[in-house]
């Protein structure tokens, strides 16, 4: 194919600016010029795709004797170096980003770390406040007169081995497991709950002692359960095993037990005899294993508060040396002795020993008589008729108790009924000023007993809902309160008990309300929210005296805002 001059020229020409552009494209010029060239520019520039090139530069640096090669290789190695330089830049911001990544991560993790530590100790101080509001409610209700099983074994625990002069004063005789006498089911496992709490909150603090407890709470609960079903036709385990067994154990140590349920694991083993029997002589003796360690700690701190009170005895007895001399260089008084001082009895050797013969005969313990030698006013009671006198006392008082027990069992059952998940207990009492009654004389003042409960929960306002959600929930609030108080033996019970909002000292932010009834109960306040209430009985409120109970259920107005 023949082409013209023209033709061939055009044909270089564009084989050239193909050439320089895959060059510009190669040292990364390629989109520098837009894709304009010499002759298609809106600049007018016809030197527009040629190298600019700064002559003045050349001759300052010297290299104007270069020819364009040598000058094109130069501007060559330059340009590398500035992209090998530009690389490094890059390089060195990553790994700068890189070393920034990491000092935020490890930030990160020490923050968190500092949160796990600071939530550890406030969930240890959590911990702590509850134990100590549990000892104050324990303390509480036995200045009342009114204590659980659970707070006389948590006050026998707390003093059991201390060394100190309250704990000298809270000595009890009987062992302690003594409490659970006479408890229906409902109350053991009332009590169980109660001990898993004090486990939880005492933090492994006298274990051995509650895990004993526990062990003979539930062995009371299984023999209870059996004797149900002994009433109701269903015997498991006849009575002559079951009395059997007591002989086997009767009369034991701790250390005799353990040697003996030994051998019972050895013949359970071997399968020898009634394995059933031995199965179950080796399940009743977890529970009088348990009761013998406990006889055996009693007896130890019984003989510990023993010593300690002869201790005490002696010391307030014997006069230090110091004292003496004090006392000699008092006056007459003390020159002679003093009145109630014994007389000195001079030894051998010139040296006075004081007379303690009153106190060395049996520590002034009473000396036995015949009844013959009695004087005729005193009366002389037999051994059988005090024992049985003292029977039937205990079981007067039993019998009181347990019927005081069930009518106030039976108040809070009530009471718990139709109790809702967002509602707890409510206890804040306040303090009432001291008032005269016209009854006073007559009945005994007391406090009513009560079981109140408060309702909490959250406020979805619009700041909440802009700052909170369900995963980060906004702080609760209290909705309401729920009040029964307990009025059982009201003299006037065609009056029914009335309420009064007070102002609260502290501010405008909590009221007290308080409850007034008449004989033979005092009148018994709460610190509440001091807030607006809702009167109306769709929203659950109720003001009643029924059967005895005085309830008073309210909840607060919510308020709602517009624009």
């Known amino acids: 194919m023949d082409e013209t001059t023209a033709e061939k020229r055009e044909r270089r020409k564009k084989r050239k600016e193909e050439k320089e552009r895959k060059k510009r494209e190669k040292i990364g010029w390629d989109q520098e010029l837009m894709g304009y060239t010499n002759q298609d520019n809106p600049f007018g520039d016809s030197n527009l795709c040629d190298a600019f090139v700064w002559h003045k530069k050349r001759e300052r640096d010297g290299d104007s004797h270069l020819d364009e090669r040598a000058q094109a290789e130069k501007d060559k190695h330059r340009l590398l170096e500035n992209r090998r330089e530009l690389e490094k830049v890059k390089q060195r911001r990553k790994e700068r980003e890189l070393e920034q990544a990491a000092r935020e991560e490890e930030m990160t993790m020490m923050q968190r770390e500092r949160e796990a530590a600071m939530f550890k100790e406030w969930e240890s101080q959590e911990g702590q406040f509850h134990l100590e509001q549990v000892k104050q409610r324990t303390q509480i209700r036995l200045r009342d007169g009114r204590a659980k099983p659970i707070d006389i074994l948590s006050k026998y625990a707390e003093h059991m081995w201390k060394v100190s002069e309250e704990a000298l004063d809270e000595v009890d005789v009987n062992e302690p497991y003594t409490v659970l006498n006479g408890l229906a089911v409902e109350d053991l496992e009332d009590l169980v709950d109660d001990i898993k709490v004090f486990v939880e909150l005492e933090e492994g603090k006298n274990l051995d002692f509650w895990k004993d407890i526990t062990t003979i709470v539930e062995d009371e609960l299984e023999k209870l359960r059996e004797a149900s079903k002994d009433d109701s036709g269903r015997r498991v385990v006849n009575r002559s095993v079951q009395h059997s067994v007591s002989a086997v154990f009767a009369g034991k140590t701790y250390t005799q037990l353990v040697l003996l349920k030994q051998q019972i694991a050895r013949k359970i083993g071997a399968q020898e005899g009634d394995v059933s029997y031995w199965e179950h002589l080796h399940q009743q003796l977890k529970a009088v294993m348990a009761k013998a360690r406990l006889r055996e700690n009693h007896q130890k701190v019984l003989q510990e508060r023993l010593q300690q009170l002869r201790s005490r005895q002696l010391e307030e007895m014997y006069v230090t040396p110091d004292e003496e001399a004090a006392s000699a260089a008092g006056g007459d008084d003390a020159a002679q002795g003093g009145p109630d001082r014994k007389p000195a009895v001079a030894s051998g050797d010139g040296k006075e020993e004081t007379d303690n013969t009153d106190y060395d005969d049996a520590l002034y313990s009473p000396h ?46 009530m009471a718990k009924k139709d109790m809702e998940p967002g509602e707890a207990t409510f206890n804040v009492q306040v303090a009432v000023e001291n008032t005269s009654y016209l009854w006073q004389s007559k009945y005994r003042p007391r406090k009513p007993r009560f079981f109140n409960r408060v309702h909490c929960g959250f406020e979805w306002n619009k700041y909440n809902q802009t700052h909170y959600g369900h995963d980060n929930p906004p702080p609760k609030v209290v909705h309401g309160y729920k009040f029964n108080i307990f009025y059982p033996d009201l003299i006037d019970k065609r009056t029914a008990p009335e309420y009064k909002v007070l102002s609260a000292e502290a501010g405008k932010e909590f009221c007290i309300i308080r409850f007034h009834a008449g004989p033979p109960y005092e009148d018994i306040a709460f610190k509440i929210v001091n807030r607006e209430w809702e009167f109306s009985r769709k929203h659950g409120f109720r003001c009643q005296f029924r059967n005895g109970v005085f309830q008073l259920h309210f909840r607060y107005r919510r308020q709602f805002y517009r624009r």
């Open 368 to 413: 036995l008589i015949r009844e013959s030698e009695a004087e005729e006013s005193i009366g002389i009671v037999d051994e059988m008729t005090d024992q049985q006198t003292i029977a039937e006392s205990r079981h007067e008082v039993a019998d009181r108790s347990g019927a005081a027990r069930r009518d106030e069992e039976h108040m809070r059952q």
